[in-house]
């Protein structure tokens, strides 16, 4: 069965950190991209981080740079997004997917497969 899991979400306090993990069964991430969304209440889904088959130069969206970071282990078949400084306004539902890259490819195009979601709650 092909499946992207996602784990990791939570309850914290402004200010704490969170990893969430995003690992493939029964296909191979690499060479896809590995692309993060989230989705908070009332607003439409946006990226949150992509990163590449290569591993290089990840891109972030404006609100998260400097506080979240994006890596992969392709030896495991998983990649992650490390939360750190966390705000409230991160509070919403986080999402894995695999992408055919990540520059060129804005939004949901080009994505390959979805993962599950899990929630991450922020609070002030």
């Known amino acids: 069965q092909l499946q992207l899991a996602v784990s990791g979400g939570g309850s914290v306090q402004s200010g704490g950190s969170l990893r969430l993990s995003c690992a493939a069964a029964?296909?191979?991430?690499?060479?896809?991209?590995v692309v993060w969304f989230r989705q908070a209440p009332g607003r439409e889904r946006e990226v949150v981080s992509c990163?590449?088959?290569?591993?290089?130069?990840?891109s972030y969206a404006a609100a998260v740079k400097g506080r979240f970071t994006t890596s992969r282990d392709d030896s495991k078949n998983e990649g992650y997004l490390e939360m750190n400084n966390l705000k409230p306004e991160d509070t919403g539902v986080y999402s894995c997917?695999?992408?055919?890259?990540?520059?060129?490819?804005?939004?949901?195009?080009?994505?390959?497969?979805w993962g599950g979601g899990t929630r991450v709650t922020v609070a002030s």
């Open positions: 029964g296909f191979r991430l690499y060479p896809d991209a």
């Open positions: 990163i590449t088959g290569d591993g290089d130069n990840p």
């Open positions: 997917a695999t992408k055919r890259g990540c520059s060129g490819y804005p939004g949901t195009y080009g994505v390959i497969r």
